[in-house]
């Protein structure tokens, strides 16, 4: 299994939908989680941290499975300002201590009109 | 706070010259990286900086060399640029291995 994978996408939805993007990692013992948004041309920027008991920033909803080694988001409402790539962000944890950050690739949203 | 500055923007560079990457951080982040990212690639780790005066090698760190020059800056270099390394570069900071905080990357091509 790759470190963190995500479906690639595009995801391709009107205006108002909910959208959910999933991603595996395969450290089990991997104990930050976040979810960044990259816009075409820019550099990542942080949307939300994951936490154990699932989190909710207005329209974006994070939530994290340790059994399953899977991390979700869903966005509420989408609007066209959405529109970027969305990349899941695990850190290693080996030795007993924390590792740097390993990104995913990335699954890209376009909202419509 | 300006975050994370980083120059040039754009760069254009013959095969075999060399050039330095600049990175600055304002957020007294103990932690500083260099990231490259390639269509399909996602973003590769190529050298970081856990503190002041240590730095180690990432993923990708062959044709590099980096400096923390002080607790705000972390540069990168390319002694003999190739066309593999035409690129986009960034920059991050974060304070321990929490949240990562980027720059707005550098935009490299190698002829």
């Known amino acids: 299994r790759k470190e963190v994978e995500q479906d690639p996408g595009p995801f391709n939805v009107p205006e108002g939908a909910t959208v959910a993007f999933n991603c595996t990692y395969s450290?089990?013992?991997?104990?930050?989680f976040f979810w960044y948004r990259q816009d075409c041309r820019k550099e990542p920027k942080l949307l939300m941290s994951v936490y154990s008991s699932g989190n909710e920033d207005g329209r974006f909803t994070a939530q994290l499975n340790r059994a399953s080694q899977y991390i979700s988001l869903l966005i509420r409402d989408s609007k066209l300002s959405d529109s970027a790539t969305y990349l899941c962000v695990v850190n290693k944890y080996y030795g007993g201590s924390q590792g740097n950050l390993i990104f995913g690739k990335g699954t890209k949203l376009s909202v419509k009109p | 706070n300006a975050g994370v500055t980083q120059t040039p923007k754009f760069q254009v560079l013959k095969t075999g010259q060399s050039m330095t990457l600049q990175c600055a951080q304002d957020?007294?982040?103990?932690?500083m990286y260099w990231y490259r990212q390639d269509p399909g690639m996602g973003l590769r780790l190529i050298y970081y900086s856990a503190s002041e005066g240590t730095t180690d090698k990432g993923e990708v760190p062959n044709g590099y060399n980096v400096s923390r020059l002080n607790k705000r800056e972390f540069s990168l270099r390319l002694e003999s640029a190739a066309p593999s390394q035409t690129s986009v570069y960034f920059c991050?900071?974060?304070?321990?291995?929490?949240?990562?905080?980027f720059g707005p990357g550098t935009r490299l091509t190698v002829t």
């Open positions: 991050a900071s974060s304070e321990g291995r929490n949240e990562q905080y």
């Open positions: 450290n089990s013992a991997s104990q930050s």
């Open positions: 957020m007294n982040h103990n932690s």
